[in-house]
Nanobody
Framework: QVQLVESGGGLVQAGGSLRLSCAAS????????MGWFRQAPGKEREVVSA????????YYADSVKGRFTISRDNAKNTVYLQMNALTPEDTAVYYC????????????WGQGTQVTVSS
């Protein structure tokens, strides 16, 4: 069964840090590009970061560059998003997603984890 399960969200004060984790079914994880998205209330979902399956290529949205770090542990079928220097503008539901390297579409999604940053 295809599964992506996020964890690590919560409430944090501005300037604080959180680390999100996304555990994936093995057959998704192998050779897939993994991404993190977020959706704030009243806003469209946006891509935050992505990483290729070997971890050699990473993408960050301009809004999180220098603050967030994406990584993956293929042995644990897990991708992480370390979020530092959080601001209230980072408040959103964060989703983990996966897509094959030869596809532009993310076909697998987690259930989301809430991140709330208080001022």
């Amino acid at each position: 069964q295809v599964q992506l399960v996020e964890s690590g969200g919560g409430l944090v004060q501005a300037g604080g840090s959180l680390r999100l984790s996304c555990a994936a079914s093995e057959h998704i994880f192998s050779s897939y590009i993994m991404g993190w998205f977020r959706q704030a209330p009243g806003k469209e979902r946006e891509v935050v970061s992505a990483i290729t399956w070997r971890g050699g290529n990473k993408y960050y949205a301009d809004s999180v560059k220098g603050r967030f770090t994406i990584s993956r542990d293929n042995a644990k079928n897990t991708v992480y998003l370390q979020m530092n220097a959080l601001t209230p503008e980072d408040t959103a539901v964060y989703y983990c997603a996966a897509r094959p390297t030869d596809s532009a579409k993310y076909g697998y999604w987690g259930q989301g984890t809430q991140v709330t940053v208080s001022s």
